[in-house]
């Protein structure tokens, strides 16, 4: 089973917040608010597209890529475990 059906709730959660988060900048400028706080929306919008980002490009490491089962102290399940935190730190 592919990792996104696996987790398709909790994906489907955080694009629903996601949503939300854009749906606040809507309103945010269409009640004319201070850019201070649209800029703070539009950043905290941004963090989670990341955050959902690093969730599915993880997955697909460790699932399509290098299955963690199948010799998960191999020098390749190593490889994959470091691009991984390298993915999460750039996305932050």
Known sequence: ????????????DRVRRI????????????????CTKILQTIAACRGAINGLMAEVMEGHVRFHVVNPDHRPGSGQAKA???LIDVIKSYLR
């Open 80 to 82: 994959a475990q470091e």
């Open 1 to 12: 089973m592919a990792h996104t059906i696996r987790d398709k709730k909790k994906l489907i």
């Open 19 to 34: 949503r939300g988060q854009v749906d606040g900048i809507e309103k945010a400028l269409v009640e004319e608010h201070d």
